[in-house]
């Protein structure tokens, strides 16, 4: 049974910082592909960040490029998102999810095959 499990979210003010971090447990990932999604309040969920376990590429949406950093350790199973510069608009619940295929679809919601359960990130003005 895999389990993601995300912590590092809270309360911060605008301009500042958090990273969040999302542990694996219950496999090794060597292969596939790691991200972090968000929802805010009456959105979709919306695409990130995201980081092949190989470390070889990452990805970011555009809203958040320049701003955030996703990182791994594989060592530890662990992805971390790096968020500078944070913004009331970044306000959201933040989920980490996991791929496990060779091949990486990276803001396709039904490619990620397992999911953790989300910290809040709250960025006030």
């Known amino acids: 049974q895999v389990q993601l499990v995300e912590s590092g979210g809270g309360l911060v003010q605008a301009g500042g910082s958090l990273r969040l971090s999302c542990a694996a447990s219950?496999?090794?990932?060597?292969?596939?592909?790691m991200a972090w999604f968000r929802q805010a309040p009456g959105k979709e969920r919306e695409f990130a960040a995201g980081?092949?376990?190989?470390?070889?590429?990452?990805v970011y949406a555009d809203s958040v490029k320049g701003r955030f950093t996703i990182s791994r350790d594989n060592a530890k199973n662990t992805v971390y998102l790096q968020m500078n510069s944070l913004k009331p608009e970044d306000t959201a619940v933040y989920y980490c999810?996991?791929?496990?295929?060779?091949?990486?679809?990276?803001?396709?919601?039904?490619?990620?095959?397992?999911w953790g359960q989300g910290t809040q990130v709250t960025v006030s003005s």
């Open positions: 999810a996991a791929q496990t295929g060779p091949t990486t679809t990276w803001g396709r919601r039904p490619a990620y095959d397992y």
């Open positions: 980081i092949k376990w190989s470390g070889s590429r990452s």
């Open positions: 219950g496999r090794t990932f060597s292969t596939g592909a």
